[in-house]
């Protein structure tokens, strides 16, 4: 866990597909797996760094470069949620938004941020957000990592796992 400044990491993952890219060093690879010979000669994986967190990740599910870069992308935003804490200053704005929304993965960092505030107990952060302990485990579960990321948090302040 990496705590960083708050207005870096929401930076981040509020920003465009184009504007995250431009602040990531981008590598292209071959990558063995499913796909055959064109997976096996071109160079389609993808890994991105965030320079500015260091966060890297890299993605090769796919024949395409285009679609591993995008899939890539997601992963980063994802990762930044999950690695980067900062300290709870602003409530998630919509912390019921859909995965594909594009303010998704800056509420649930927010929202794991006030978890560790809250030292795991999902009650307190339920009554903060003014909704219900079940609809606050329904919306971590819509990504099944930010679930496991609460559920470790929780475990260090010997709670049990949540479960949808």
């Known amino acids: 866990m990496d705590i960083i400044d708050e207005n870096l990491r929401n930076s981040a993952l509020s920003a465009s597909d184009d504007e995250l890219l431009a602040a990531c060093t981008t590598d ?3 990558s063995t797996g499913k796909g055959g010979q064109k997976r096996n000669k071109t160079s389609s994986a993808v890994r991105l760094i965030h320079r500015p967190t260091g966060v890297a ?3 090769c599910s796919e024949r395409s470069q285009h679609r ?3 899939a890539a992308l997601q992963k980063l935003r994802l990762a930044i949620a999950l690695q980067c804490r900062a300290t709870p200053a602003a409530m998630p704005a919509n912390p019921e938004c859909g995965v ?4 998704f993965f800056l509420n649930m960092a ?6 560790y505030a809250c ?3 999902h009650f307190q952060v339920a009554e903060t957000l003014g909704l219900s302990a ?3 485990v329904k919306i971590l579960a819509k990504e099944p990592q930010i679930l496991n990321a609460v559920n ?3 475990q260090s302040h010997q709670l049990g796992p949540l479960h949808p």
């Open 28 to 30: 292209f690879f071959k």
């Open 57 to 59: 990740v890299t993605d």
């Open 68 to 70: 591993n870069r995008q």
């Open 100 to 103: 594909t929304n594009a303010a």
């Open 110 to 115: 927010q929202l794991i941020d006030m978890f």
């Open 119 to 121: 030292n795991g107990n």
């Open 134 to 136: 079940s609809k606050t």
């Open 152 to 154: 470790t948090i929780r």
